[in-house]
């Protein structure tokens, strides 16, 4: 059986849109499921129920066994990388990792997750303002593909692009992996903003500062402060902290409404990475010595030990200093 070109490693919404998105365009496609029963069952059906009314192409395969590939790409939540990647066949191939957050145990984000068990030259991120079900959809959209070697970022975005999914190359894997890790923190804070109905003034405000901190963020961590002002950080803030099908932001929206974070949690299938990232995103940043108020506040948020109105009485009442 000769490889795949593109083995995609997580049937949720996001690495079955990928995998239809790459299939339309010819390349032979197969999407991994941990679920032995889930996979047939997909496989059979050809659809997935997170992504109801979207039809597999008959050159994407459903698995529950990790294949060869010529390419592969990860698109499993970040708490669970660092079990999935020493099981992947074939350590030479390229990495692209579509995780966004930080691992709790160990505070490190994707790519360096990745890096202890895959060679450095051979990891890219591929990371923006995408929501699954509109690329399932066709709908155009651009992300960021991020390697820090040349070589590999060119073949990389020749063959992962589409005439629906634009790419656009960056050296910089730091700062990329902080705006998506980042984005869904803050966009946590936009939606408890407009749960307890603070105002648009309010959610602009707070989104214009969580560019900010991210930008600190990965300038202290060797990143470029201007890869946070594009695709892989703001334009990622953007749509996580305006999109209703942003399950980071409808998780504010029912904490500032005043629902209890377990309650909110229960009624979900889906991982909503900002609730493990925030307080990991936090711990990283003051190791570093940065100061992030807005993650500081949404840890409290979780955590319950202040509300929301408590919390912007906190933000409000800071030190007055130059933009």
Same mark, same amino acid.
């Given at each position: 059986?000769?490889?795949?070109?593109?083995?995609?490693? !997580?049937?949720?919404?996001?690495?079955?849109?990928?995998?239809?998105?790459?299939?339309?365009? !010819?390349?032979?496609?197969?999407?991994?499921?941990?679920?032995?029963?889930?996979?047939?069952?997909?496989?059979?059906?050809?659809?997935?129920?997170?992504?109801?009314?979207?039809?597999?192409?008959?050159?994407?395969?459903?698995?529950?066994?990790?294949?060869?590939?010529?390419?592969?790409?990860?698109?499993?939540?970040?708490?669970?990388?660092?079990?999935?990647?020493?099981?992947?066949?074939?350590?030479?191939?390229?990495?692209?990792?579509?995780?966004?957050?930080?691992?709790?145990? %160990?505070?490190?984000?994707?790519?360096?997750?990745?890096?202890?068990?895959?060679?450095?030259?051979?990891?890219?991120?591929?990371?923006?303002?995408?929501?699954?079900?509109?690329?399932?959809?066709?709908?155009?959209?651009?992300?960021?593909?991020?390697?820090?070697?040349?070589?590999?970022?060119?073949?990389?975005?020749?063959?992962?692009?589409?005439?629906?999914?634009?790419?656009?190359?960056?050296?910089?894997?730091?700062?990329?992996?902080?705006?998506?890790?980042?984005?869904?923190?803050?966009?946590?804070?936009?939606?408890?903003?407009?749960?307890a109905g603070l105002g648009e003034n309010a959610r602009a405000a707070l989104v214009t500062r969580g560019?900010?901190?991210?930008?600190?963020?990965?300038?202290?961590?060797?990143?470029?402060?201007?890869?946070?002002?594009?695709?892989?950080?703001?334009?990622?803030?953007?749509?996580?902290?305006?999109?209703?099908?942003?399950?980071?932001?409808?998780?504010?929206?029912?904490?500032?409404?005043?629902?209890?974070?377990?309650?909110?949690?229960? %009624?979900?299938?889906?991982?909503?990475?900002?609730?493990?990232?925030?307080?990991?995103?936090l711990s990283r940043a003051q190791k570093s010595g940065v100061e992030m108020p807005l993650t500081a506040?949404?840890?409290?948020?979780?955590?319950?030990?202040?509300?929301?109105?408590?919390?912007?009485?906190?933000?409000?009442?800071?030190?007055?200093?130059?933009?």
């Amino acid at each position: 059986m000769s490889k795949a070109d593109i083995l995609v490693v !997580g049937a949720g919404a996001w690495g079955t849109a990928l995998a239809v998105l790459w299939a339309r365009e !010819g390349k032979r496609v197969t999407l991994w499921c941990h679920d032995s029963a889930r996979a047939a069952a997909m496989q059979n059906t050809r659809e997935n129920f997170r992504l109801p009314g979207v039809t597999f192409p008959p050159n994407l395969a459903v698995v529950a066994e990790f294949l060869p590939a010529e390419i592969t790409v990860v698109c499993v939540p970040t708490q669970t990388l660092a079990d999935v990647l020493p099981a992947l066949p074939d350590a030479k191939t390229p990495l692209v990792l579509c995780c966004k957050g930080l691992a709790q145990a %160990t505070l490190l984000l994707p790519a360096e997750v990745a890096a202890r068990a895959w060679p450095a030259d051979q990891i890219a991120v591929l990371t923006g303002p995408n929501f699954a079900q509109e690329i399932a959809a066709g709908q155009p959209a651009a992300s960021v593909l991020a390697a820090a070697d040349a070589g590999l970022r060119a073949a990389l975005m020749a063959t992962l692009r589409t005439e629906r999914l634009r790419l656009y190359g960056s050296a910089d894997v730091m700062g990329a992996s902080i705006g998506g890790a980042a984005k869904n923190v803050i966009a946590i804070a936009a939606g408890a903003v407009m749960g307890a109905g603070l105002g648009e003034n309010a959610r602009a405000a707070l989104v214009t500062r969580g560019v900010a901190e991210m930008a600190r963020l990965a300038t202290a961590l060797n990143g470029r402060p201007e890869t946070v002002f594009g695709l892989s950080g703001l334009g990622d803030l953007l749509l996580t902290c305006t999109g209703a099908k942003s399950r980071n932001f409808s998780l504010g929206v029912a904490l500032g409404k005043g629902e209890p974070l377990q309650t909110i949690l229960q %009624t979900r299938t889906n991982v909503t990475e900002g609730v493990a990232t925030a307080p990991a995103l936090l711990s990283r940043a003051q190791k570093s010595g940065v100061e992030m108020p807005l993650t500081a506040a949404v840890v409290e948020l979780l955590t319950a030990q202040k509300t929301v109105p408590e919390t912007m009485a906190v933000l409000m009442g800071r030190a007055l200093k130059d933009e």
